[in-house]
Structure formats: C-alpha cells, structure tokens
C-alpha cells in the first residue's frame, strides 16, 4: 500500500509540473528504478521516497503547480520539498535538488541541468545515466552505491562512464565496476 501512495505522488507531482511547463528530471531513487527497469523490470528495487531536479528559478511555478495537487512547499536545513497535505510527513515528502548547483558544499561536480534528461515509457523525464552516475559516485553513501550496481548489473553502467569524471569519483565507480566484473 505504500509503494501505491509513492506512485500516486509521483503521477501526481509530475502531471502537475508537466501541465504547467515546469522543467524537470526524476532523480534518485525513482530514476534508477525507471532506468532500471528499461533493461529489465524484475531487477527493480522498489523505493520510498521521490527526488526531482528543478531549476531555482522555477520554483514559483513549481509551488503553483504543487499546490494544485495539494502539496505544499517547505524548506527544512536548506533542503526544499513539496509536503501532501494528506500525508505531511517529510519522509513521504517530494524532495527537490537544484539544477545546475553543488548539491553540498565540497562537491567536486554541481547537479546535471534539467536538459540533461531523457523520456522513458510512461511519459516520465528521468536524468541521463551520466548525470544519475555522477550524482550517485557524489552522494556515495551506501544505498547510493546499491543504486549503482543494479545500473552496472543491467548493462546501463560500464567503463565509458568514466570518461570526465574527476579522479575521486573516477576510482569509486571503477571499484565498483571492478568488484562486479568489468575491470578498466
């Protein structure tokens, strides 16, 4: 029932950001999981929460949309979601990065633009595998790296990957490519 709830947030969260022309990209998660399952659905892990990428200057319209839907804006230690105001628990919250900024200070990379983003099935603009890899290898926390091998494990993720990547993130994904197979 509540992977029901996280899917009928994001349809509803993204028709409304849609029909008010509101550039974005699912990131996280979510993203993974479409990706994911664009090679092969039983791989699929499934996944509380949803991460989108927005421009800053797009929040206005953004929180318009939102509010439409009947989500409400709330920013928590510099960190922007969209509330349901059916469920306002910040764990069930529409949680927004910012395009094209450091996600955290002493990031070696800002987060992708929001035309850094491909369509899948079902309509939903997702994050290029390189921009998701890159905000991955940046966020390396465990799940994180999780996320990362399932993209490596369906095929989505392989050594060209590491081409532009500075040299910390460069060595963590080729670990990680390393201990499942596909050595540099």
Request: charged share 30%; hydrophobic share 45%.
């Amino acid at each position: 029932m509540a992977l029901d709830d996280v899917a009928a947030r994001l349809v509803r969260i993204t028709d409304a950001l849609h029909e008010s022309e509101v550039p974005f990209a699912l990131v996280g998660g979510q993203a993974v999981a479409l990706w994911v399952a664009s090679r092969d659905p039983s791989a699929v892990r499934t996944t509380k929460d949803i991460d989108l990428l927005m421009r800053r200057d797009d929040l206005a319209r953004a929180r318009k949309a939102a509010r439409g839907v009947e989500m409400d804006y709330f920013e928590t230690m510099g960190i922007g979601m969209f509330l349901d105001r059916r469920d306002p628990n910040p764990r069930h919250a529409v949680h927004l990065d910012w395009a094209g900024e450091h996600l955290r200070p002493g990031l070696p990379l800002p987060s992708p633009t929001v035309d850094d983003r491909t369509t899948l099935p079902g309509g939903y603009d997702v994050v290029s595998i390189g921009g998701l890899v890159r905000m991955k290898l940046m966020a390396n926390r465990d799940q994180d790296r999780v996320h990362l091998r399932d993209m490596i494990d369906v095929g989505l993720v392989r050594q060209a990957e590491l081409a532009g990547l500075p040299e910390e993130l460069s060595d963590r994904l080729a670990a990680l490519l390393n201990e499942m197979g596909y050595p540099p």
